[in-house]
């Protein structure tokens, strides 16, 4: 090996290299990350991304490291202000014309960024622990906001472009009762403790999503909360009859379990002073929520009888006794509004009238509030504004005096303003609730200056004060906003508090998403219609019978199925590994700036990925594997300018090119051009756990590495490895190998004559059916995929009887398989042919037709010296396999069969077993070549089903 002899010093560090190496991968090898999208070290250079760029000292321009090679005595910068502009702004001009979805638009919309792809779909898979997991990671609190979120993210989505939006909010209620129903939220995680600590001032919906996240961060946290109990507005601010207690309880239980220390009854100003907390730990957050109600400005609102919305809710909230007039008028249009509106008529109120400027159109309460409001008997008084309040002899209210309004020019919210006209009205009311908006309480934060104006907390974009290591979320920073809202906005405050704590600078994340905002109905014609699934409600009566009950009763286990499965399944499958998306997020990149009008380029699909070129970066690296890889050449670049892509030549789609379906494109590419066709319901955000095994489905024993979803551990793709010398394959795979790894469409439980039977009943049923045609008269169909411990578990029991070997193909007719395999796999296959079985082709009984032996292992089936005769026989047994895998058995009188396989058909005639898949097992194969093969297990078998070493060490005695 040639010595390392070229020193060059790399961001002021001196390390060694080989002559001719290229700089890049010198840098790498030194720990260096840079970026590139286009080159790969078994690739002719391309250097067309130009993310590469680095500063080499005497060179006038930057150069690409990618081309350049090392030279002695080079000193090089690829960190410097120089490079990193020059990067984003590469990287912004590939932006700039890039078309797509990160992440599905749902999830963009929830002000949590919740993982809804994720957790919609594990749901349709009914993997509730696995969707838990997915909304725990953004949202600790899924079974509250289940019952009170507006849902912002139904309102993007793309289902409403075919039918009706996915009842999201209801899907996230279901998993988070499942999880208080299983009594199993979830497991603790281990924590890493990073040795800060951190006060945490509030234990509302901010504050606590604050804690748990900065306590999975590895801090320290003590919450500090006025109240007896944790919740904060969810508790004291939503009625029962929405938001039960006990799903606080049991949620905020769950949070704390994470070693979080809850102080209740402490009240900052009160019991606890500002500079205490600052001494007493790292960093403090306050996260008191907005608790004034916001006054209507109007003669005789201190009158008696006038309440604020939020002191309102409070007092029902804690149970304290509340009085309530017979007439009671509710001023505002928000969802405080219609809690306290509707409190009112559970508490006795004969009359309820909510007084609202604008018209129901603009109301900012959710449509279904509004609705349920009016069927309970509140009456809305729109275009109408509060003038004063009208009092008694005793100086209690008795009226509301009101102005009619109308509709002018829109305000900043985007909705109409409403203008006074001069007509005035009265509203008998008793009681007045004033419910127009709430704001902090700044006299507990002291006198005005640092901390605040008088009117606003002095906080910035990244939730720091101009006090060191005071930091503020939630409704306290942001004004009265919703709950989920505030849950986000904790979890990216204590983000910036940890940034804080390791780097002394405050820094929210970021993070970049493409996102495409030019879709219409028209694009989703072909989408089946499917009629949203509703939830059943209470009755009227029903409903004010019980006041504090919950009447809203979520979905059945069959309805929330059926809904989950609407999902379309938005955004980028590549997502977790697209290298443009990880890289605008490090460069914090805003292509704004360059963008213009879009070329639309071609999208198609296959049976086995899909090619979308508006996704396409032009890195090459797709058409430099095709062609230096695996020397075929199916693609190529195509057009000039800002028209080219990449395509088959006269663009033809990809099935009449000349593509033989390897995968390795796909695999090449950097960003999500190439995707595979997904698995159904994948979590596009899933991790993937790579599991490194032999290919089963030919007897070459090629290398293939499993992709398990971390989410649902189902195996989502095959890869592979070009950096592995010692792999039979080098790297390369065939369409099956990169293809063909199951499906989900699996039974789990024996059956006999169609009918369910358990274990026991199905093992004395497969060794009568071996007695009754006497084991001489028995036909064993072997899959050869088949492991070695499996064939020797099998051996006592088969005997000497008849076996026919089935895999997928025959082994001497692999060359005319329409592309199935490169042509270096080809010509492996037949010069494996010619070598090995050559030799034995004697012990094979010249009345097979041909040897049905394409699997992975048909080398230790030929070890194991065994009869290879169909024969006559009284009796069948299927291993791996199914009768329907031999046509030519159709001829012959019908027997009743015994199967032990993965997805086959039980029927009247047959005795069922279900086994592991070829997936699923652990052991080795014989190679063609005799060289001994490990095989993995990549996921797990489902409950119910057994190995066939589990089933067969029970019955080598009978």
Aim: aromatic share 6%; charged share 25%; with cysteine.
């Amino acid at each position: 090996m040639t010595n390392r002899t070229v020193k060059v010093n790399i961001d002021g560090r001196d390390v060694y290299g080989f002559p001719g190496q290229k700089l890049l991968d010198l840098c790498r090898e030194a720990g260096v990350d840079i970026p590139t999208l286009c080159y790969d070290p078994h690739l002719s250079t391309h250097g067309g991304c130009s993310m590469c760029l680095v500063e080499i000292e005497g060179a006038k321009a930057l150069a690409r490291a990618c081309a350049n090679d090392i030279a002695p005595n080079m000193v090089v910068r690829t960190d410097t202000t120089r490079v990193t502009s020059a990067r984003r702004l590469a990287l912004e001009l590939m932006l700039s014309d890039h078309v797509g979805d990160c992440r599905s638009p749902c999830t963009l919309a929830c002000p949590a960024q919740g993982k809804v792809q994720a957790y919609v779909n594990l749901t349709a898979l009914g993997d509730f622990r696995a969707a838990l997991d997915a909304l725990h990671d953004n949202i600790p609190l899924p079974a509250g906001i289940g019952r009170v979120c507006p849902a912002p993210c139904q309102k993007k989505c793309r289902r409403n472009l075919v039918d009706e939006t996915v009842s999201i909010r209801e899907i996230k209620r279901f998993v988070g009762d499942w999880g208080i129903a299983s009594q199993n939220l979830g497991a603790l995680p281990a924590i890493e403790e990073n040795g800060f600590s951190v006060g945490v001032v509030g234990a509302g919906p901010a504050g606590l999503s604050c804690a748990y996240f900065l306590r999975r961060a590895g801090c320290s946290v003590t919450i500090y909360e006025r109240e007896a109990k944790p919740g904060g507005m969810m508790r004291y601010g939503i009625p029962d009859y929405r938001l039960p207690q006990e799903v606080i309880d049991a949620e905020a239980a769950w949070i704390l379990s994470h070693g979080i220390e809850l102080k209740t009854g402490v009240a900052l100003g009160r019991d606890v002073q500002l500079e205490e907390l600052r001494l007493r730990h790292d960093a403090v957050v306050l996260a008191m929520g907005c608790w004034k109600s916001q006054p209507m400005r109007v003669k005789g609102e201190d009158s008696a009888g006038v309440v604020g919305g939020i002191d309102f809710l409070y007092t029902v909230n804690t149970h304290n006794p509340m009085k309530v007039g017979r007439r009671v008028a509710v001023v505002g249009g928000g969802n405080t509004a219609m809690d306290a509106c509707r409190s009112a008529r559970r508490l006795g109120a004969e009359k309820v009238y909510v007084v609202y400027r604008r018209t129901r159109e603009e109301m900012p309460a959710e449509p279904d509030e509004i609705r349920e409001a009016m069927e309970e008997g509140v009456e809305f008084v729109y275009l109408a504004a509060p003038k004063s309040v009208l009092v008694d002899g005793d100086g209690k209210a008795n009226r509301l005096l009101c102005e009619r309004m109308e509709l002018g020019e829109p305000d900043a919210s985007g909705r109409r303003s409403p203008v006074p006209t001069g007509a005035e009205f009265e509203i008998e009311a008793d009681m007045v609730i004033s419910a127009i908006g709430q704001t902090v309480d700044l006299s507990l934060m002291g006198p005005s200056g640092t901390l605040h104006d008088g009117r606003h907390m002095n906080v910035d974009a990244d939730y720091a004060t101009p006090l060191a290591g005071v930091f503020v979320c939630g409704d306290q920073q942001t004004g009265a906003k919703i709950a989920i809202e505030a849950i986000g906005n904790g979890h990216w405050c204590a983000d910036s508090v940890e940034h804080y704590l390791k780097y002394g600078v405050a820094k929210k994340p970021f993070v970049y998403d493409v996102t495409n905002d030019a879709l219409t109905e028209k694009d989703f014609e072909d989408e089946p219609r499917i009629p949203r699934v509703h939830p059943a409600e209470g009755s009227v009566e029903a409903r004010l019978a019980a006041p504090d009950k919950e009447y809203a009763r979520g979905y059945t286990l069959e309805q929330v199925l059926s809904e989950a499965k609407r999902c379309m399944e938005c955004g980028c499958p590549d997502i977790r590994e697209c290298k443009l998306r990880k890289y605008a997020t490090e460069l914090e990149a805003c292509p704004d700036w360059v963008s213009g009008a879009r070329v639309h380029r071609t999208e198609d699909e296959n049976a086995r990925y899909v090619r979308n070129m508006d996704k396409c970066v032009l890195c090459g690296k797709c058409v430099r594997v095709c062609d230096e890889v695996i020397g075929v050449h199916a693609i190529d670049f195509v057009r000039r300018g800002f028209d080219s892509t990449i395509a088959p030549q006269f663009l033809t789609d990809m099935e009449s090119s000349d593509c033989v379906f390897c995968g390795l494109c796909v695999q090449a590419c950097p960003v999500g051009a190439l995707t595979e066709r997904r698995i159904e319901r994948l979590p596009h955000q899933t991790e993937f756990r790579e599991v490194r095994t032999t290919c089963p489905h030919c007897p070459l024993g090629c290398e293939i590495i499993l992709n398990i979803s971390k989410a649902d551990g189902r195996v989502a793709r095959v890869t592979t490895d070009l950096e592995n010398p010692a792999s039979p394959n080098r790297g390369l795979t065939c369409l099956r190998g990169k293809w063909i790894f199951g499906g989900d469409d699996r039974i789990t439980t024996p059956t006999r004559g169609g009918e369910p039977i358990d274990w026991s009943t199905a093992m004395a049923a497969l060794s009568e059916a071996v007695k009754k045609g006497g084991r001489e008269n028995t036909a064993f169909f072997l899959s050869a995929s088949l492991t070695d411990q499996e064939l020797e578990a099998m051996r006592p029991f088969i005997g000497d009887s008849a076996v026919t070997v089935k895999g997928i193909t025959k082994l001497l007719d692999l060359a005319p398989l329409d592309r199935a395999t490169t042509s270096v796999i080809q010509d492996m296959a037949r010069l494996a042919a010619a070598v090995d079985l050559s030799r034995d082709t004697s012990q094979f009984d010249p009345k097979l037709k041909a040897l049905y032996a394409v699997g992975a292992n048909i080398k230790g089936l030929l070890n194991l010296n065994l009869n290879m005769n169909s024969g006559h026989s009284n009796s069948r047994v299927f291993i791996g396999c199914a009768p329907e895998d031999f046509p030519e058995l159709s001829e012959s009188a019908p027997a009743d069969s015994v199967v032990l396989s993965v997805n086959a058909r039980p029927d009247a005639n047959s005795l069922f077993l279900p086994i592991t898949s070829e997936f699923e097992r652990e052991g080795t194969y014989t190679g063609l070549w005799g060289g001994v093969l490990p095989v993995h297990a990549g996921p797990l078998p489902p409950d119910g089903v057994k190995s066939l070493r589990w089933i067969f060490s029970r019955l080598a005695g009978l």
